[in-house]
């Protein structure tokens, strides 16, 4: 029996440090585990990088997407070696959606109102936008339920977004064929926990909820995000 390598996929505003508590539960379990950057350019080339990594692991893959993440593993995770995909507080997408498409079905969040926009040059010579959340409101829309000190430093961090990312729509829906799990941020205040329940269950996913949790919940919560994650190895080990 193989036991599949977790790949851990993070979001925007953040890097692969967040899931560094979920590392070590994991590791601690003797589950192979893995934490790629992701570019945070475009749905499709993001997508792509990742895919590339998860074909260059020897054996099956269970991929982990955080917030965007969510929306790289939907498209990712139809490569031949993934076995499982696992959303946490993430955006779950059907093929030919984009997150706009999904978003606008429901209430903006906070986040909406609290995005700082710069920009960034291109190799034509032109510039595109990228936005991060504004370092103030960060904490309380990202970040809650971690220490002061904590979600100042992840504010300070924080990698943004390309903005062409929102329109940009899924090449495919792995779930469609693979088994997906979800776990839902129930006081999530950069996602809608209604945007992730309503993709989750749209889905089929079996999804799991922590009532209190922020966007954050990886690095509050990451004995639950572990166990959720250690569940899917067991079950398609």
Do not use: C
């Amino acid at each position: 029996m193989t036991t599949p390598t977790v790949v851990l996929v993070h979001g925007a505003f953040a890097d692969a440090t967040g899931w560094i508590g979920v590392i070590a539960e994991l590791r601690s379990h003797d589950i192979p585990v893995i934490a790629p950057p992701n570019p945070l350019r475009g749905l499709a080339s993001d997508a792509a990088y990742l895919a590339s990594v998860v074909s260059q692991i020897d054996g099956p893959a269970v991929l982990v997407g955080h917030s965007y993440g969510g929306a790289l593993i939907t498209v990712a995770g139809a490569a031949e070696n993934v076995v499982g995909l696992v959303y946490v507080a993430a955006y779950v997408l059907r093929e030919g959606e984009s997150i706009a498409q999904l978003l606008a079905r429901f209430p903006d969040s906070p986040l909406t109102s609290n995005l700082k926009e710069w920009t960034y040059p291109l190799h034509d010579g032109h510039r595109a936008v990228e936005v991060t959340i504004d370092e103030a409101a960060y904490p309380a829309v990202f970040a809650a339920d971690v220490t002061k000190d904590v979600a100042s430093i992840l504010a300070a961090t924080q990698r943004p977004l390309a903005t062409a990312v929102f329109a940009e729509a899924a090449a495919t829906a792995a779930w469609r064929t693979r088994p997906s799990w979800a776990l839902v941020a129930g006081a999530d205040r950069t996602i809608n926990p209604e945007v992730q329940r309503f993709g989750a269950e749209r889905a089929g996913a079996v999804v799991a909820e922590i009532p209190d949790a922020s966007h954050a919940v990886a690095l509050s919560q990451p004995s639950q995000v572990a166990d959720l994650i250690r569940d899917v190895v067991r079950a398609t080990s």
